[in-house]
T-cell receptor, first 114, second 117 residues
Framework: EPEVTQTPSHQVTQMGQEVILRCVPISNHLYFYWYRQILGQKVEFLVSFYNNEISEKSEIFDDQFSVERPDGSNFTLKIRSTKLEDSAMYFC????????????FGPGTRLLVL | GDSVTQMEGPVTLSEEACLTINCTYTATGYPSLFWYVQYPGEGLQLLLKATKADDKGSNKGFEATYRKETTSFHLEKGSVQVSDSAVYFCALSDPHPGGTSYGKLTFGQGTILTVHP
């Protein structure tokens, strides 16, 4: 069964460093999403991406964040200068283009900013 | 804006007990409703969904009915198993802006379920 994959599973970085989180969505999907979950809090939407551009973003997704689909398979989330409060689990999701398609989630990347 | 409220957890049950996890929502449009489950060390998996009022979603013995009049989507199971121990998330989605696919998911805070033998 096709699945969304994410790398790395865990990342530890120093405050102020750039990190890139990688996702491989399901191959025939065209909508891509990033969510995050700070420990003990809700899963929060960050951004959705379709047709090589951002289709919707939340207030959390400020200028420190960017997304890219550099090739036909990867979907990345970059945080330019990490802050302590960026420590969270980051989930990638993808969905197809049919009416009312389900979003399928990856296993997540746990980011720890020191 | 849209929001989802789940019952406070954690919930601890004995095997074969009945489960209900309450979920209520606030939405501006006509959302679709979902229950996702997260097993230890894994990502979010769709458990069931309902796309319009009075629809019942079901999977693996779990059920939830979309109640527009009470803005609720409570998750139920008649007899839980140890393997059901996980975190359960209620979520909603309005249609994607300008498209037919779902837009962003808005999640509740999650309910930790632990089932003992």
């Amino acid at each position: 069964e096709p699945e969304v994959t994410q790398t790395p599973s865990h990342q530890v970085t120093q405050m102020g460093q750039e990190v890139i989180l990688r996702c491989v969505p399901i191959s025939n999907h065209l909508y891509f999403y990033w969510y995050r979950q700070i420990l003990g809090q809700k899963v929060e939407f960050l951004v959705s991406f379709y047709n090589n551009e951002i289709s919707e973003k939340s207030e959390i997704f400020d200028d420190q964040f960017s997304v890219e689909r550099p090739d036909g398979s990867n979907f990345t989330l970059k945080i330019r200068s990490t802050k302590l409060e960026d420590s969270a689990m980051y989930f990638c999701a993808s969905s197809g283009t049919g009416t009312r398609e389900t979003q399928y989630f990856g296993p997540g990347t746990r980011l720890l900013v020191l | 804006g849209d929001s989802v409220t789940q019952m406070e957890g954690p919930v601890t049950l004995s095997e074969e007990a009945c489960l209900t996890i309450n979920c209520t929502y606030t939405a501006t449009g006509y959302p679709s409703l979902f229950w996702y489950v997260q097993y230890p060390g894994e990502g979010l998996q769709l458990l069931l969904k309902a796309t319009k009022a009075d629809d019942k979603g079901s999977n693996k013995g779990f059920e939830a009915t979309y109640r527009k009049e009470t803005t609720s989507f409570h998750l139920e199971k008649g007899s839980v198993q140890v393997s059901d121990s996980a975190v359960y998330f209620c979520a909603l989605s309005d249609p994607h802006p300008g498209g037919t696919s779902y837009g962003k998911l808005t999640f509740g805070q999650g309910t930790i379920l632990t089932v003992h033998p």
